[in-house]
């Protein structure tokens, strides 16, 4: 790969991940109009980018290694509940993404007994295109990894894992929680200690790139995206009730 096709490869990423967290649980008609200037300048680089690099595989996601998916798993999804609940719904989130986070800490505990009640069945969807936002240190891809080895070996345990990922959730453009810090949470989630140690080998992280490409590709604006049977919820995601009451709703 040369030298015009890297540059190419991180400035979409780069690009991608600003306009999606541009995007992400901000309001759809912001009251400052110099923020909508900002997105479509970024949505036209993106663009040109993109338009520019169509012939480089490199300029998508990658990892190395054989795609493996988590025992479970649907397509990108770690999926949970009952196969007969109502309510599908679909997540699509980054580890890294704040808005994710917020997302998570209103609805997470609601979700969790939606699910166990048999109202909902869960697709939660991993991604990783915030790693340039981890000074380097693939914090996004790192984090969707440890999920996925949680749900392949200790599905029980994914949901207080979650939780705790993002009560500790580190800012856009730190270094990210360390392996051990990662490591160290998912012990204190209740996560087997061979199931934390085999968090280095790495084995999803190719399932993770793939997942992402695959998400985008379908049309994925930005994250969190949240779809009850296959329609997006457009209410308030960051605060505890709306989204209870849409599944309440479609569960009927």
Do not use: H
């Not at 991940?17 to 200037?37: F, H, K, M, N, T």
């Amino acid at each position: 790969m040369g030298k015009q096709a890297r540059e190419q490869s991180r400035q979409v990423r780069k690009g991608q991940a600003a306009v999606a967290a541009a995007q992400s649980g901000r309001p759809r008609w912001p009251a400052i109009a110099g923020l909508v200037v900002v997105v479509g300048l970024l949505t036209a680089i993106v663009f040109t980018i993109v338009r520019a690099a169509t012939n480089d595989s490199s300029a998508q996601p990658t990892a190395s290694g054989p795609v493996v998916a988590p025992s479970g798993a649907a397509g990108g999804a770690l999926v949970s509940g009952k196969a007969d609940a109502p309510v599908k719904l679909e997540i699509y989130a980054d580890y890294m993404c704040p808005y994710c986070g917020r997302f998570e800490r209103a609805n997470g505990a609601e979700i969790a007994r939606l699910v166990d009640d048999g109202t909902v069945r869960q697709y939660q969807y991993p991604l990783a295109f915030l790693d340039e936002m981890s000074d380097g240190t693939r914090y996004s891809t790192r984090a969707a990894n440890a999920a996925a080895t949680v749900y392949d070996q200790a599905p029980d345990k994914l949901a207080a894992f979650d939780a705790a990922l993002y009560a500790n959730q580190p800012a856009e453009g730190s270094a990210g929680l360390s392996d051990e810090r990662i490591a160290e949470l998912a012990r204190q989630a209740g996560v087997p200690p061979p199931v934390v140690e085999s968090f280095t080998r790495r084995v999803f992280e190719p399932w993770v790139a793939t997942s992402t490409q695959a998400a985008f590709a379908s049309g994925l604006q930005g994250t969190p995206t949240v779809k009850i049977n296959g329609e997006v919820f457009e209410g308030d995601l960051y605060t505890v009730g709306p989204l209870t009451e849409a599944i309440t709703a479609a569960a009927k």
